[in-house]
């Protein structure tokens, strides 16, 4: 059974920095694509960042509201992915949470983001 287990979230200040740590119990992770997920109050599940496989090079894309601020990372060891997010806006608030892409399977509880002075 494919399981993630999201951390790392909390409270920032708007132009704070957290990182994120989504461990993934999935047969043949290195092969697949994996992304973090953010969901915001009364909005739709959104994928804010994803990374190829070491086969296809690691290649990373952001959505556009992310982009140059969230860093996506992976250790195929570890069975780990991790998002660095820096310049946190409010609008960042959500709950984060990642999953292969496309998605499949149970979703993780994730990990809460607020951002708020």
């Known amino acids: 059974q494919v399981q993630f287990v999201e951390s790392g979230g909390g409270l920032v200040q708007p132009g704070g920095s957290l990182r994120l740590s989504c461990a993934a119990s999935?047969?043949?992770?290195?092969?697949?694509?994996m992304g973090w997920y953010r969901q915001a109050p009364g909005n739709q599940r959104e994928l804010v960042a994803r990374?190829?496989?070491?086969?296809?090079?690691?290649?990373?894309n952001y959505a556009d509201s992310v982009k140059g601020r969230f860093t996506i990372s992976r250790d195929n060891a570890k069975k780990m992915i991790y998002l660095q997010m820096n310049s946190l806006k409010p609008e960042d608030t959500a709950v984060y949470y990642c999953n292969k892409v496309p998605s499949y399977g149970s979703w993780g509880q994730g990990t809460q983001v607020t951002v708020s002075s």
């Open positions: 990374i190829r496989s070491v086969g296809n090079g690691g290649i990373t």
């Open positions: 999935i047969s043949d992770f290195s092969i697949y694509i």
